[in-house]
């Protein structure tokens, strides 16, 4: 009887496609009789968890954001396993694998050596982005057989990722790890990350969705109507949902993991999981560091997208950020943790290992680089790396004077006081870090903030941790307003200056771990899409 049940269950859920397909040798690949199924979408998880690295898209030289990545996936498997795939465009066309627009172009069996199916590829690239998403996806109801490798997560017209694996045993910061590239377009890794997103909206499309599945009706090829799917659903959308979490993402971790780790099998768990990462890092590091000592690896080269660890490096941040709050909320004994660690050793080349502690100490300076020394890499240079990032904020400062002062006057000021938070972080960081020499200062004409005097430890209720929090709500309001006012009329400056909101988040995390404030960190950093 139960047989019997799953059966008809899935020839439910099963759409039949049985109309007769007449298909051309112009168009740019063919299907014949193949159809997307609960079945093949298995096949396309497994694929997805097991091909997809951070370096797929470089040796085949695929330029990317977060939009074109995940359409880029969808398509690529999809011209591998000869299955259907569309996209719709920014005008309202619908393109898919029977186009004919690229007949004049060869083909070949190995997809990326096929002019016609890259052509097609670098056409749509342009033409969609995390707007027109929501035309080709569904949302999905969350639980461990839907929300699977291959499926995508989607902020409204702002950024897009593909689940990259699912983790059900409590080893990492949230169960769903992720796949995501940004801006600006370029051949670049593909960064890991964990789940992230705010709750989503059902008038937009966003949230956890997967790419709709085109069916061959009326003599034209279509999408199967979004209620139709297998997976379908609107949960994620109620108020229910979210009810008793502290947010959309802590929601969707309760729903895959239900399990409550006890407070040391979680710390063993994650000091394992560090342990793996900070070793792959060693080894991508010294390579790195061997192949960038003749050509430099200068940024945005090749070599440095190879060999540059700055996906890894955020895993790494998010890890450490759990690893407090594990200790920190279940009130874990630290001097017994600090010796467990002091004596897990990571060795970080042929004559030198530091300790897992000494790591934790430093890994919020990690340089990313790899032309930089090894020390550098493993935040072992704090001073320097301060000295270096304070000049370089100097150097923005000057650089947003000179652009933006009379054009724009109002995110002139905007921006520099953004830079001014900044240097007074670095600052705080220079006094406790006991670093010797004076920090750069620029010239009287340019801003900079005076040191900032040393403060006692706050406790767990002070108004610091209240400031804290209020300043991450500010930085990231701050990050959507860039993205919002000048993603596209000025995406290279957006970039820029989201990237050094993002160094004011990573230094906010590390004053609200320091100050062991209650709670999870308020509000993790955002993320731009073209």
């Not at 998880?45 to 091909?51: G, I, N």
């Not at 890092?281 to 200068?298: F, H, K, T």
């Amino acid at each position: 009887m139960p047989l019997l049940v799953l059966s008809l269950i899935l020839l439910i859920s099963t759409p039949s496609f049985c109309q007769t397909l007449s298909e051309s040798t112009d168009q740019i690949w063919e299907v014949g009789d193949r159809r997307w199924t609960i079945e093949e979408e298995r096949r396309f998880e497994k694929w997805v968890e097991e091909t997809i690295t951070e370096d797929f898209f470089i040796p085949y030289k695929i330029p990317t954001d977060c939009a074109d990545a995940v359409y880029a996936i969808r398509w690529i498997y999809a011209r591998i396993a000869h299955l259907p795939a569309a996209a719709t465009t920014k005008d309202g066309k619908l393109v898919g694998h029977w186009s004919t627009d690229w007949k004049h172009l060869p083909t070949h069996p190995e997809w990326h050596q096929d002019k016609r199916f890259r052509a097609v590829l670098f056409y749509l690239f342009p033409r969609t982005w995390t707007g027109t998403l929501p035309l080709d996806t569904y949302p999905v109801r969350i639980s461990t057989d839907s929300v699977t490798p291959g499926t995508l997560f989607l902020e409204t017209e702002s950024h897009t990722g593909m689940i990259r694996r699912v983790f059900l045993d409590g080893s990492q910061t949230h169960p769903l790890q992720t796949w995501e590239s940004a801006l600006p377009v370029k051949v670049q890794k593909l960064s890991m990350k964990y789940f992230f997103s705010a709750r989503p909206d059902f008038r937009t499309g966003s949230g956890l969705v997967k790419f709709r599945w085109p069916v061959f009706e009326n003599g034209k090829w279509g999408y199967l109507p979004v209620k139709e799917h297998p997976f379908y659903s609107e949960e994620q959308y109620t108020l229910a949902f979210s009810q008793g979490h502290a947010g959309f993402a802590e929601a969707v971790a309760r729903r895959i993991d239900p399990t409550h780790y006890p407070p040391e099998e979680k710390l063993v768990k994650v000091l394992g999981t560090l342990n793996r990462y900070l070793k792959e890092r060693a080894r991508i590091v010294l390579e790195g560091y061997r192949q960038c000592q003749n050509d430099g690896c200068v940024e945005g080269s090749e070599g440095w997208e190879l060999h540059h660890t700055s996906g890894r490096d955020g895993m790494i941040i998010s890890l450490m950020d759990h690893l407090s709050q594990v200790i920190g909320s279940n009130h874990l004994d630290q001097e017994k943790i600090k010796k467990r660690m002091e004596a897990v050793s990571i060795k970080i080349s042929e004559n030198r290992s530091i300790s897992l502690y000494d790591i934790y100490q430093n890994h919020l300076w990690f340089s990313p680089h790899p032309s930089d020394s090894i020390e550098a890499r493993w935040g072992l240079k704090k001073c320097e790396m301060i000295q270096a990032q304070t000049l370089a904020t100097n150097k923005s400062i000057a650089f947003i004077e000179k652009t933006y002062r009379k054009k724009d006057p109002q995110y002139a000021d905007f921006s520099i006081r953004q830079q001014r938070h900044l240097l007074a972080r670095l600052s705080e960081e220079w006094n406790r870090s006991e670093c010797k020499e004076p920090l750069p200062i620029l010239a009287k004409k340019d801003p900079v903030l005076p040191h900032p005097k040393k403060s006692p430890e706050p406790r767990l209720d002070s108004k610091k941790c209240q400031k804290i929090r209020t300043e991450i709500q500010a930085t990231h309001d701050s990050i959507a307003f860039i993205e919002r006012t000048y993603g596209k009329k000025d995406p290279e400056y957006a970039y820029f200056s989201i990237r050094q909101q993002q160094h004011i988040l990573t230094r906010l995390r590390e004053e609200w771990n320091h100050a062991e404030c209650k709670g999870p960190i308020p509000f993790p950093e955002q993320k731009m899409s073209k």
